[in-house]
């Protein structure tokens, strides 16, 4: 079947029923692989859902590619639809290593680019921050334990989503740009919908200062999909991630905190906490 014969819709939020419980049995490591993920971001990836054989989500890159992303695992996945699909699609992607073999029977050229992989920590290095490559983290969260002792932390929920948004806003006018300002804000809106957990940090019981929000992406991974912090208290970001990851200790084995874009100061940040994996995502074609 063509791709010009298929039912392509744009991607909504009534597409979650559908998606969602594909994502959970393929227990993908790679960001994109959530339901969330793809909705908050699918103005800039143009997202649309093609019903086949199987359901693929069409998309572009930051590159300007376009691209195709498999819903199923790779060994269910029919190969003469999938060369009908790349007629006039750039690749498939984002395909994960561990899928690679399965791929390359399908007779299959594989690329990547470095600034989509995701970064990948074991939650026990997140929460600990030890040995003397994270003294720098180690340090600045000491500070920030120690000029605002009396600090709380709550779960984000429709009472103090507000304060989490004020975070957001004061983000937002420190970086000077845009970002990923609007999904963020989005996300807060939606953050029971689209099943989002995280905590919200105050530097005592009235004023916020930083925030996280993400999900289980699967049984060993959660994935932060935003951390914000107010960069005049210092020491925000590691307090965000340790506190996150003692909350998910005993849970899940590592934290993806997804890709840098090909930014370098986003890549400085990610790489300052000594990543345990990086992952590629593989771009695939015929």
């Avoid at 993908?28 to 959530?34: G, K």
Wanted: hydrophobic letters at 35%; glycine letters at 6%.
């Amino acid at each position: 079947m063509r791709l010009d014969s298929m039912r392509i819709e744009p991607l909504t939020l009534l597409h979650q029923e559908i998606l969602s419980p594909r994502f959970s049995e393929m227990q993908a490591n790679l960001s994109e692989y959530s339901f969330a993920n793809l909705y908050l971001f699918r103005n800039e990836h143009l997202y649309e859902v093609i019903f086949g054989e199987d359901i693929y989500i069409k998309g572009k890159t930051r590159d300007h590619f376009t691209y195709l992303m498999p819903t199923s695992l790779p060994q269910k996945i029919c190969c003469g639809e999938i060369k009908n699909l790349l007629e006039g699609i750039d690749f498939l992607f984002p395909i994960q290593e561990d899928w690679l073999e399965e791929l390359k029977s399908k007779s299959l050229e594989i690329a990547s680019v470095s600034g989509d992989s995701d970064y990948l920590y074991t939650v026990e290095k997140l929460d600990k921050l030890p040995g003397r490559q994270l003294s720098s983290r180690r340090n600045l969260l000491k500070q920030f334990n120690e000029h605002y002792p009396e600090h709380t932390v709550k779960p984000i929920d429709r009472s103090n989503a507000v304060d989490a948004l004020t975070v957001l806003e004061q983000w937002k006018e420190q970086v000077g740009v845009e970002g990923d300002y609007a999904n963020c804000k989005e996300a807060l809106e939606l953050i029971e919908r689209l099943k989002l957990t995280g905590y919200i940090t105050y530097a005592n019981s009235k004023t916020p200062v930083g925030f996280t929000l993400g999900e289980p992406l699967n049984e060993k991974t959660f994935v932060v999909h935003f951390a914000k912090g107010v960069q005049n208290y210092k020491g925000i970001y590691p307090f965000l991630y340790s506190h996150l990851a003692e909350s998910l200790e005993g849970q899940f084995e590592w934290m993806n905190l997804e890709q840098d874009l090909g930014i370098p100061t986003l890549a400085q940040a990610k790489q300052a906490y000594e990543p345990d994996k990086i992952l590629p995502k593989l771009r695939v074609s015929c």
